[in-house]
């Protein structure tokens, strides 16, 4: 009973190829968020949602989007996967005024 | 833009010591968050601040909230191998409780 699960947990893609990531939660927490982990880099916003089908941009949007249909689900695509985007993708939930909720993460490679 | 500056990047001890790790912010603090990372898996929350001044204790962890809200220090007593993991102090941003990160204190514990 995670309350977050991220799917898939590992993933190898080819260049240029489309990928969706699923963050699926059983909070009924309003905010989702997709993040980013990097070295050297932390953790960057890439997406956010504060609602069914309310999404907004985060600080490193540009190659990513994002829907959510539902409560519990919010997707990230990568339209057309690059190098660049080799990296740790943290899915994290919150309700109003409390902290974050993180998945356990997904390590993707594109090569 | 905020920049949260975290200090020192990399602390290696061994247990039983004693540490001090640094968050200090670019502007005052809206509410301050710490996470603690492990390898694998996602940022935890470990506590939020809110008050400048304040200080707030978790087992052996202290944390403190500088007065004019632009910096937060996390004191481990009696560091144990279990406190192995990245940092991170993170703080809200703007609307939909956004939270921007810090890059973390990377902590390795050895017996």
């Known amino acids: 009973d995670a309350g977050i699960t991220q799917s898939p947990r590992h993933k190898v893609t080819e260049t240029g190829t489309p990928v969706t990531l699923r963050c699926h939660q059983t909070?009924?927490?309003?905010?989702m968020y997709w993040y980013r982990q990097d070295p050297g880099h932390g953790l960057r916003l890439i997406h956010y949602?504060?609602?069914?089908?309310?999404?907004d941009k985060g600080e490193v949007s540009d190659g990513y989007s994002v829907s959510r249909s539902k409560t519990e689900d919010f997707l990230l695509t990568l339209e057309s996967a690059t190098s660049s985007q080799t990296s740790v993708y943290f899915c994290?939930?919150?309700?109003?005024?409390?902290?974050?909720?993180f998945g356990s993460g997904t390590r993707l490679t594109v090569v | 833009t905020q920049l949260l500056e975290q200090s020192p990047q990399f602390l290696s001890i061994q247990e039983g010591e004693n540490l001090t790790v640094y968050c200090n912010s670019s502007?005052?603090?809206?509410?301050l968050q710490w996470y603690r990372q492990e390898p694998g898996e996602g940022p935890v929350l470990l506590v939020t601040?809110?008050?400048?001044?304040e200080v707030k204790k978790l087992k052996r962890l202290t944390f403190q909230f500088g007065d004019a809200r632009k910096d937060s220090s996390l004191h481990i007593t009696a560091a144990q191998t279990g406190d192995t993991g990245l940092y991170l102090c993170?703080?809200?941003?703007?609307?939909?409780?956004?939270?921007?990160f810090g890059t973390g204190t990377r902590l390795q514990v050895t017996l």
């Open positions: 994290a939930i919150a309700g109003s005024g409390d902290g974050y909720t």
């Open positions: 909070e009924n927490h309003r905010y």
């Open positions: 949602s504060y609602g069914v089908k309310d999404t």
């Open positions: 502007s005052v603090f809206s509410s």
């Open positions: 601040v809110v008050t400048g001044g």
């Open positions: 993170a703080d809200t941003t703007g609307t939909a409780s956004k939270l921007t």
